[in-house]
């Protein structure tokens, strides 16, 4: 009697165990969040260096996939004082007014071994917008130390002006200065907590 109480305390433990999704810390120090935009002829990345989330995470499991991230916004580094100082200022991303820039998912479609889409809301200069992240996991595993990590790489586009970030130079030639559509690329790493 005392071993099926024994197995039946064990059995519910571990059920309850497999049926809770594992949240992950994004590990910043492998993790970057970047973008690039049209500039001319060519396409200039950029980085925003200071960020915080998590995701919630079981890989049999979509239906409970989550992701919470908030990122400052006066973080933007593209390799060049000067011009990180004009992203800062009212003509882009007005960070005195909108410090943070913050994505929280809303669900997950098309999942596959490989990856799976992530809908979100995005909300940067006042604006909130529906964006959709293609990703590709890469696994979830042990590191040296003992800790379990998940990787992903996530890409996505959004169009500037859907935030209200409308600032331009106009050609001699016609053209404009910047393109309007933006490319969002993370590669991703999370601990487990």
């Known amino acids: 009697?005392?071993?099926?109480?024994?197995?039946?305390?064990?059995?519910?433990?571990?059920?309850?165990?497999?049926?809770?999704?594992?949240t992950y810390q994004l590990d910043k120090e492998h993790t970057s969040v970047s973008f690039k935009i049209r500039h001319l002829l060519s396409w200039v990345p950029g980085t925003l260096n200071n960020f915080e989330g998590?995701?919630?995470?079981?890989?049999?499991?979509?239906?409970?996939?989550?992701?919470?991230?908030t990122i400052q916004a006066d973080s933007i580094d593209t390799r060049n004082d000067k011009r990180d100082t004009h992203l800062r200022s009212k003509d882009f991303f007005e960070v005195e007014t909108y410090p943070v820039i913050t994505f929280k998912s809303t669900g997950v479609t098309d999942v596959t071994p490989q990856g799976f889409k992530l809908a979100g809301i995005l909300t940067m200069h006042g604006a909130e917008q529906p964006v959709v992240l293609d990703v590709e996991s890469h696994g979830v595993g042990q590191d040296p130390w003992g800790n379990v990590?998940?990787?992903?790489?996530?890409?996505?586009?959004?169009?500037?002006?859907?935030?209200?970030?409308?600032?331009?130079?106009?050609?001699?030639?016609g053209g404009v200065l910047l393109g309007e559509e933006v490319k969002i690329i993370l590669e991703v790493e999370g601990l487990q907590q």
Do not use: C, H
């Open 149 to 173: 990590r998940a990787g992903f790489t996530a890409t996505g586009e959004i169009q500037r002006k859907d935030f209200n970030i409308n600032w331009n130079e106009t050609l001699d030639n």
């Open 1 to 22: 009697m005392k071993n099926k109480i024994w197995m039946t305390i064990v059995f519910a433990v571990l059920f309850a165990t497999s049926a809770q999704a594992a």
């Open 54 to 69: 998590t995701l919630t995470y079981d890989p049999d499991k979509p239906e409970t996939w989550k992701v919470d991230v």
